[in-house]
């Protein structure tokens, strides 16, 4: 996040109206959980604010972070990329067939990761896992393709990350700037970044060598 010297972030949320955040309302079933989804990209957000086909709003926010403890996923190596998607199958709904290869990976992740306690954090900030991009992350559960893919995957398509307020704490730092109206052409964009998001990820070729399989293997699970 861009935090300023005062040790402040502005951040946007694309919704169909004007948002008052309130703690503990929202989706169970999102990417983090239950929180406040944001981003620091006004553009991305009135794309957001469209993706029902209809123009939204964009709604400003100012959050003093001082004290605030923050959890920031990025990719790195192998490792941040399994952490990330440790917890995104906490929140989200994967199809797993009983004795799969995807039932171990899952039961690995959990096991590895089972002392990280995301919900502590007040903020969360990570990957954004929306429409297409959430079949990426099931492709590599599937050992389909290879953390390379699943990197780029996260990437193509220029979606953005996303900061999820999570705590009481982060609430209560939170202060309206504003809102403005999106407009139509926004709707036209939603929809076209996700189609050349699909168009790229088919047409990069997989050349990576670590699989969900090899992490498994080597992990001896």
């Known amino acids: 996040?861009?935090?300023?010297?005062?040790?402040?972030?502005?951040?946007?949320?694309?919704?169909?109206?004007i948002i008052e955040p309130k703690y503990g309302e929202g989706a169970?079933?999102?990417?983090?959980?239950?929180?406040?989804?944001?981003t620091e990209n006004i553009e991305m957000a009135k794309e957001w604010s469209c993706k029902t086909g209809e123009v939204g709003y964009v709604n400003k926010y100012k959050v003093n972070v001082k004290g605030l403890s923050i959890l920031n996923l990025k990719y790195k190596n192998t490792n941040d990329l399994l952490l990330w998607y440790?917890?995104?199958?906490?929140?989200?709904?994967?199809?797993?067939q009983k004795g799969s290869l995807q039932e171990r990976a899952i039961d690995f992740l959990k096991e590895k990761y089972s002392n990280i306690n995301y919900e502590d954090y007040d903020i969360i900030e990570g990957f954004r896992a929306d429409d297409s991009y959430f079949m990426y992350a099931q492709d590599f559960?599937?050992?389909?393709?290879?953390?390379?893919?699943?990197?780029?995957?996260?990437?193509?398509?220029?979606?953005?990350?996303?900061?999820?307020?999570?705590?009481?704490?982060?609430?209560?730092?939170?202060?309206?700037?504003?809102?403005?109206?999106?407009?139509?052409?926004?709707?036209?964009?939603?929809?076209?970044?996700?189609?050349?998001?699909?168009?790229d990820y088919r047409a990069y070729v997989d050349r990576g060598n670590t699989f969900m399989i090899d992490i498994l293997r080597k992990e001896g699970f």
Do not use: P
Request: glycine residues 8%; aromatic residues 12%; proline residues 0%.
């Open 86 to 96: 440790y917890i995104l199958i906490q929140n989200r709904t994967f199809n797993i």
């Open 141 to 199: 559960l599937q050992n389909s393709i290879s953390t390379d893919k699943l990197a780029l995957g996260m990437s193509v398509g220029k979606l953005g990350r996303q900061v999820v307020l999570k705590s009481k704490s982060s609430f209560d730092r939170i202060k309206f700037l504003g809102a403005e109206k999106s407009d139509y052409s926004y709707v036209k964009r939603y929809f076209s970044r996700d189609k050349r998001a699909r168009e």
């Open 1 to 17: 996040m861009k935090i300023d010297s005062s040790d402040n972030v502005i951040l946007y949320h694309g919704s169909t109206g």
């Open 28 to 38: 169970k079933d999102n990417d983090y959980g239950v929180g406040f989804y944001c």
